[in-house]
Structures are given as C-alpha cells and as structure tokens.
C-alpha cells in the first residue's frame, strides 16, 4: 500500500499564487517574452489544465513556476508563491528544499528523462535520501510500495533494472513514482502522455489522478491535447503567445467558450460524428513572434473574429457572468459583438472567417501546400 | 510535442517569416584569430623572402663573439647558438623546413589518405572493411617510432622527412574522410544524383568530392601543426640531416647549454616560436573546423 | 556460453593485429640499408666466407618466413626475444625488463596525475560553461595542447632548475638506487610534468565537452528538480554517461606512451623503451627494435581490450548488445 504522506496544510488559502508573472530570454536576437504576465491560483487538491500548441509558452511557464530555468539569460518578474513562499528570487538552496518535496514534475519523454546507466531503485531511492534522510534499507523498501503503487508487476526485480529494460508506459509509471517519492504538495505533469502510445496514455492519466487523490497533492496538466484534459481537471488555462487568454473550470469551458483561439482548439479535434474522409480543421497562419509580439491581441491576425480594435489594442482578461471564468477578446465568442464581427469578416471574405464557417479550411486558401511532395505510398488509391 | 526548450545558456530565437534564408555563418575571427592570422604571414613571408632578406648566413659562425652570446652582443639580434651561428636567422630559415612540411603534408598525406577515405566511405562493404582494417593497424603503430624507422629507411634529408611524416598522417586523414563521406552519401542529394542516372564516377566528383574537401582541409590544419611538431621532434632527436636548419634541431642545439651551462635562450627563443606557429595554426585550424561543424572522429 | 564465444572471438582479432604489426616490423627492419653482418664483423667483412659463417650462426640465411616463425615461436614458448648483438649481446628480453620501469613510471604516475586534475577540472568548466572560469580553463588547455613536448620541457627545465633550482635537468635515479625515493622522484618529476601538461589538456577538453552535451539532456533536469545537490548530479548522474570519450583516450594512451615518450627520455636522459628503440633503430640492432615493437603492440591491444570490457561494466546498455 502507498504510504500516504499528507502534511497539514501551513498556511490558510491556495497553495500556489502566481501573480503578473512573467519570464524573459534575453538572446542575441532579442528578448524573447515567453510569459508574460500570467496569473492563476491553485487549491490544495485540485487540478488545473494548461492547453496550448507549441510556442504558446506553457512548458516555460511550469518550468519557470517550479524555478528550474537556472539560465543566465532568463529573467523571472512577478511574484509565484507557494504556501505563502515567494519564489521568485529565491536561492538556489531554498529552491532545491522545495523541489521534490513540495513540488515535484513529471516530464514528457520517460526515455530521456531517467538515467540510462541508473538502477531504477537508485533513481527513486535518491530523493529519499537526501531529503528526509531515510537510511539506505528503509528507503528500498519505501521505493518498492512506491512502485507498487504506480502500478508496476513484479517490483522487486525492477528495482535493479535500467530504464532500457522497461517498456514505454512502465518508465513514465516510475518517473510518476520518482516525482511522488517525497510526497510533494504540488505535481506539474509536463505533457506526460505525449511520447507514449495511445493505448497507455489513458493508463498513465488514470494513475495520476488516482495518485492525486489519494494524496490530496494539487496538480497541474500541461498539454496540448484539449482531450487529455476534458473530464480530468477541474479547471483549464488556455495558453496562447505567453499569455492566458482563457481560464475556466471545465465544463464551463467546453459549454460556453469565449475567447475564439479556445473555440478553434475545440474545433480542430477530429468527432466521431464526421463523416470519414472529413479534412481536418486548422488555425492558419503561425503563432506571433515572440521577440516582437503585436500591439493588439496576439491572437488577432489568425482570428475569423478580430476587427480593427483587436489588432491595435490588447484585449484585458475579464470575468463573464459566471464568475470564475476569465476571458481576454474584444469580440468573444457568443455574444451579440461577437456575432456581429464575424458577419462583417464573412462579408470581405476574410479568409479565417470563411474556414471558420464552412470548417473547410482548404477552400479557404488557408491550408499552403505549395512545395510539398507527396513521397507516401498511397497503396493504389489516388 | 513540448516546443524547443532554451539551452542552459542560449535560446534560439522562433522562427521568423524568412526562415529560408541561409543561416549567418560566423565569420568573425576575433582579435586571437588576426594575431594568429599574422604570425603566420609572418613566418610564411619569412620563410619565403629567406634568400634576399638581408640576413646573416645560418651556417656561418661569428668568430666575433662569444658562442651561445646572449641577444644583442655583436650585432645579433637574438644572439648566437652553441656553434656561434646567428639565431635570428637561422629562426627565419627554419621556418622554410615547417612550411614545406605543411605543405607536403597537405599534398601528399591528405590527397592519399582522402582518397582511401572517400572510397572507403563510399563503396562500403568489403573494401571498405579492408581499407579500414590497415589503417586501422596503422594507427595501433606508435606513430613517432614508424616515423623515425622510415626516416632511417629512406635517408634523412628533408624529402624524406616529408615524405615520412605524410605517410604517418594518411591514416588519420582516410578515417576523417571516410567519416565525412558516410555523413554526406546517406544525403538526399546523392541518392538523387543516382535517381537521374549518374554513375559513381560523376557522383564522386561532383556531389561528394566538393563536400569532403571542406572539413577535411580543415582538418588538414590540425594536422599540420602536429606535422610542425613531428619534424621538430625528428630534428629534435638529430635524425633530420644537419644541412638543413630546423627549428627542432635548434632546440636540441639548445640542451647542453640549458642543461649544463644554464644558459637558456638558445633553447627558450626557437621554442617560443615554435609555440607561437602551432598555436596559431591550431587556433585557425579550430576556427576554420567549427565553421563546418566537423565531429571528431575518435583518432 | 554467448559471452565467452565474444570475449574468445575478440581475444583471437587481437592475436592477428600483433602478428600483423610485428611481421611488418620485421620485414621494415629487413629492409634497413646498413647490413648487421657488416657491423659486427667489421673489418673482415669483406670475407665472404665469414659473413656466411656469421649469417649461419645468426640464421639470417633462411628464407624470410622461415625466420619469422623461428622468431614467433621462440617469442610464445619461453619469452625468447632474440639477442641485441649489435649494441650489447645482451638478451632482448633483459633489455626490455631493464628499459621498462623507467617508462612505466614516467606513463603511471603521467595518466594518473592527469586524470585526477582533468575530471575535477572539466566538472567546473561544463558546469559554469562560457563562464569567464570556464573560458580561461578552455583557453589553458587549447595552449597546453599547442606546445611541443621539447619546448614544454626546454621552458620547465629553465624555470625549475635554472631559476629556482629545484629540480634536476636530467638524469634518472631508480626507486631503489641508493638515494630513495625522493631522488627518483625528483628526477622523473619534470619529464611527468610535460606527459602531464599535455595529457590533462586534451582529457579535460574531452570530458568538457561531453559533459556540456549530457548535461543539457532530460534526466539532468529530472534530477535537479528533486532537489538534489549540484556536486551529486555532477559526480553521480552526469559524470558516468559523458565518460566514454574520454575512456578511450584514456586507453589509447597508455598504449602509445609506452613508445611515444621518446622526446622526453631522450631529453631528461632517461632509459627507457622509446628511448631503446630510437638506438636500436640507428643501430640497426633489428631485434631489439622488433622486441620494442611486439611489446608496444601488446601493450596496446590489451589496453584496448579493457577499455572496451569497461565499457561494459560503465554503461549497462552495453552489456545487453555484446552479450547477444
């Protein structure tokens, strides 16, 4: 049985508080605004999702929450507190009390995130020695429920074996019961089930919340898959250009989105429904650069919606009515505005609007194939 | 997939709209690189203008002054050595023995070693397991001894010497080509080539021969400076013949005053120039490698 | 027993490499102008029936192969490496034995002193990478790289024994001659210098830039997020991995060092193999020069053979490829 390590919380309120937080890169090249300005809270026990495509900022945002971009090019403003700490500026020894025992992450390749010449006992009897001091025996034998716990058959003997002698799903079970070793408070989940395949990627879901329960750790889901996180969070963060540009518990969400990059994301997931053979949806155009992101929203110059104000000013993140659901556009989605700004695109034919409508995307002239070789082996079809 | 993550130190920057563009090549030498840079045009032009530089004759000896007198006395720039020869002179004349080491290195040991690479690298299979095989032996030989037995083989005149040090250098030279070559026929642009009908011969000389040459003259470099060092330690060791002034030989020249008369610039003078070559040959050589990104082979 | 078959096979690609070297060395000594028979008759060699008799006796009149084989099986049965009769009549064997500690010495304590400066110095250069630390050490070590091992001597000889007077100039005393163990120590301690200077700089630019490469992989990061103490992820999880390049080098040399302090022993006078075999070569003194040859031969191949077995035992990945 797992050993339940639940500390009594120390303070009152939610466990983390991130506050106009921001993290910057300065490169040759320019300062690359990776966050910035993202605030959010989290309760003990709940979890929140974090959704985005590439370059929106998200895997920078939970690696700079927890503090482990040590770079010298990155600044870090804004304030992260956990448990009333403040972390931001904090030292690399206060840090490193933190990391493991109350935060901890899992990353997304299992494969390259343990140590290919490392018994995995060693990797996740380490922790436990180093911070709580636990002798050498003892420590084997917690490492043993612990991996019996994440659901690994025959721990004893994997106990003594390297990472290359797991399979893909049993590795992301043990890099899940390194990161829970210590008995954190906190677990960022950066896109674990991404490099695993479809069949395990449920399993591995299951078994962190099922270990998030049962320790009552707060949990934060970093993905770009609006799947992974439906019905598995209780709040979502949609990302885009380093900022959040929706927040919204769950269900909420998916019944009544706002912003118009939310709804896109919605859109592109493939339904069941479809008749086969249906193109696939796509937001056209790329994401801003974020040396030199835009004046206005960051998302205007892709959005079937934007009109003249959103390009020039930067739409504010506002409650709807529910409260709890924050939103940043001029023009949101399901509402009279919006309604209105989408009518006046369609009629000067602006082509985001058009593919919006229609959901082709290709007709559109959004979808740029020109250069490309088709060099697959269709088997006969055309 | 996770978007690319900052390196520890340096981001790159997300791509911009003219990502066809061809990436900048770093071309800036730096302040180390010119003086180097100019060391080297120094000796070169040295060694060249030999002949008509109003220098004295490294072979005569100032009866004069002193033997092993320091720099200055008698109108010696840098003074004399054990045989009273001046040693100014005799630095500028060595320098002809490195450059013609250098080159002949760059001839005849990278054509040869390149060659045997680059088929190698090509053909594959059988040959290349052959090939690779003996200079595979070769390597296992401890190089400054087949050196100095090849030198005793052949003579000890300067040709020799080249020759020798060439030879010893042609294993090295086929493992980078051949490395280089395997990188650069598994490329799209070969198996085109092939695709429309060119032969082997044409392939080799058009596609893959262009791309080797790069990274193996840089390589090349490296090389020389050992070659430098290895005709040092030849003359060194008193197994180049006397006639030629070496600035190896001159070092050794340089021992029983070190060593027994605690005089040391005869010895200290030719080893800082000594120095100052390799490195700049080995800095240039660096630069010159990084700017093509060559991977190591593990010689 | 799948390990064994490997671990015979390798075994047996190792034997052909040395017969192959030695051959070659023995038909390179073959084909040295200066005739021994002329050298050791002196005089009367212009008597044909002497330089027979002499050949005879010596057994260079048999066919070459002949006379490889005589030589080989003489060398596999009871060590008999032939008799260096131009330089000292002595049995190559003694020679080799008497020649061999001094080399020994100067390679033992040479790789060991390098190799215990270079990890602790490539630990902090990859850590603090572009640091002005770490630019300082990297340029050290690319100057390092660059002075031949005569000019390194000629500058140390000058500042420690002309300037300071510590140590000596030349000269070598054995470890158990009659002055100790601090003469010899002081006698071979310039010459390990140099071996020194130039080993720890290419160790530690290898090891650099391994660990520059390991420590940007994912399981550094996994393990810094569990809080675990900078000198413990450098020395437990990113030490091992990034070790491989620098092994074989590592390797490479105590085969090569062998033969290749030859400047270093001719410089600080010092008797050793390489040493040997240069006055075996001018000798023509072609036995002794095989001898020299088959030992370095050896001596690398086997070197070579633990390196690789420490592969293994180093990465466990490895393990499971040799043993299929």
Partial sequence: MARRIIAAPSVEGPLLVVDDFRTHFRTDGGTVRAVDGVSLTLERGRTLGIVGESGSGKTVLSRSIMGLLTARNVVRTGSVKLNGQELVGASNAEMRALWGTEMAMVFQDPMTSLNPVMKIGRQITEGLRFHLKVPKDEARAQALSLLESVGIPDPKRRLDQYPHELSGGMRQRVTIAIALACGPHLLFADEPTTALDVTVQAQILNLLQEQQRERYMAMVLVTHDLGVVAGRTDEIAVMYAGQIVEKAPTSTLFANVRMPYTEALLKSIPKLEQPSHTRLQIIGGRPPDLVNPPHGCRFAPRCPYAQPKCHAEMPPLVEAEPPGHEYRCWFPVGTEAGREALERNLAEHVPAAEAAVTGDSHAAGLVDTAGLVDTADHGGEA | MSEALPAPDVITPPPDEAADKAPRRKSRLGVAGWLAALWLLAVFAGALLAPILPLDDPQITDFFVDNNSSPGTGGHLLGTDENGYDIFSRLVWGGRVSLVVAFGVLLLGMTVGGLVGIIAGYFRGRLETLLMAVVDIFLAFPSLILLIAIVAFLGADLKNVVIGISLVSIPAFARIARATTLTFSQREFVVAARAAGAGNGRILVREILPNVILPLLAFGLLVVAIAIVAEGSLAFLGLTSSETVSWGGMINGGRRPLQEEDIAHVAIIPSIVMFLTVLSVNFLGDRFRAAFDVKDAAL | ?324
């Fill in chain 3, 1 to 324: 027993m799948q390990i064994v078959r490997t671990v015979l096979e390798r075994v047996a690609k190792l034997v052909i490499v040395v017969l192959i070297v030695s051959f070659l060395t023995f038909l390179l000594t073959k084909l040295l102008p200066g005739d021994l028979t002329a050298t050791l008759l002196g005089p009367e060699a212009s008597n044909p029936e002497a330089v027979a008799a002499l050949e005879a006796e010596l057994g260079l009149d048999k066919p070459m192969l002949v006379q490889y084989w005589d030589y080989i099986s003489g060398v596999v049965t009871d060590f008999d490496l032939g008799t260096a009769y131009a330089t000292s009549n002595f049995p190559v064997k003694d020679l080799l034995t008497s020649r061999l500690p001094a080399t020994i010495q100067l390679m033992l304590m040479a790789q060991v002193i390098s190799l215990a400066i270079s990890v602790p110095l490539a630990m902090l250069s990859a850590y603090r990478a572009n640091s002005l630390t770490d630019r300082s050490i990297t340029a050290g070590a690319f100057g390092l790289i660059s002075v031949p091992s005569f000019a390194m001597a000629v500058f140390l000889v000058y500042l420690f024994s002309l300037q300071l007077d510590l140590l000596p100039a030349l000269g070598y005393k054995r470890i158990t001659g009659p002055d100790g163990i601090g003469a010899n120590l002081r006698s071979v301690a310039l010459p390990v210098a140099v071996l020194v200077a130039g080993l720890t700089a290419v160790y530690t630019r290898l090891l650099r830039s391994d660990l520059i490469a390991t420590l940007q992989e994912d399981f550094i990061l996994m393990a810094r997020s569990k809080g675990l103490p900078t000198w413990h992820i450098l020395l437990r999880h990113a030490l091992r991995p990034s070790s491989f390049s620098l092994l074989t080098v590592f390797g490479i040399n105590f085969g090569s060092l062998i033969g290749g302090s030859v400047i270093l022993e001719y410089f600080f006078s010092i008797p050793g193999v390489g040493l040997l075999a240069v006055e075996s070569i001018g000798k023509r003194d072609y036995l002794a020069v095989q001898g020299v040859v088959l030992l370095i031969a050896v001596a690398f191949v086997v070197v070579n053979f633990l390196v690789d077995t420490l592969y293994a035992v180093l990465d466990p990945r490895v393990r499971r490829a040799g043993a299929r």
